[in-house]
């Protein structure tokens, strides 16, 4: 190793509750990219370039309004669609040249989204800059990414929203316990039948709905991310396919409930929404029961 040259790999892996098509669009479109890739809106910036090919070069540079310059200037090395995007790239603070670096997302399909793994080799030039550094950089802009891709889906999204009587702890229970989310699981004159209720991420999560003409409506379901008493978000498998996204907060003693449905299109959640939107306002009527009922 040269003196004065240090080296370093680190890996970051993400989940992303969006297909790897949309993941990988959200690289591969120069609007897209620009808008989660350049930086707070409050840095100076220089106009960011974007040629996606093999071949192709990608700049952009940024800093705070007080601060020097950061620009990043890299080469599209390999490029498969929707699964794997190679580059090397050269990072520079004004004019001093900082670090050269090789750099990979893999994006892996996964049942409920898109496992992102981004692996990057580089050798710092200069003592200002380390490994620390550059893997909070790289996590702030993961960040950007999966705001972006939450913005992204407001077209194929259904939010519906209410209070409750109640405090986060008992509204959580009311999802995580069975026995209660039986009672009140569906739209009116709903029943259900549970098989099967693992409450762990990764966990399923199969039932038949019973309608109020006889019907029975088999439901397969995963449940991805789990943080108690604040959000539960869990992938609906059977058709039509979509993603729950239910967070709890708190006003004052009472409970915020924020129910979001993202399904695969704008196609998809147009036309369900009319059936939809009033059977949540139902679920939320039943729910309210139940909390009632709860000791």
Known sequence: MSAGIKHANFTIKRFLPASPERVFRAFATPEAKASWFAGPAEWKKAPHELDFRV?????????????????????????????????????????????????????????????????????????????????EGTESLLKNLAEYL???????????????????????????NPAHLANWWGPKGFTNSFHEFDFTPGGYWRFVMHGPDGTDYPNESQFVVIEPNQKIVVHHQSQPRFHITATFSDVGENTLLDFRMTFDSAETRAKIEKIVVPANEENFDRLEVELTNMK
């Open 150 to 176: 939450h913005i992204d889906n407001r077209d194929c999204e259904i939010l519906s929203s209410r209070i409750f009587s109640a405090p986060r702890s008992k509204v959580f229970a009311a999802w995580s």
């Open 55 to 135: 071949g192709g070069r990608e700049t952009v540079a940024g800093g705070s309004p007080e601060g020097p310059l950061h620009r990043f200037e890299g080469v599209y090395e390999n490029i498969v669609p929707n699964e794997r995007i190679v580059y090397t790239y050269k990072m520079f603070m004004d004019d001093l040249h900082m670090s050269v670096s090789l750099a990979t997302f893999e994006f892996n399909a996964h049942m409920s989204g898109t496992e992102l793994i981004f692996t990057e080799q580089v050798a710092f030039l200069d003592d200002r800059d380390s490994v620390e550094s550059r893997r």
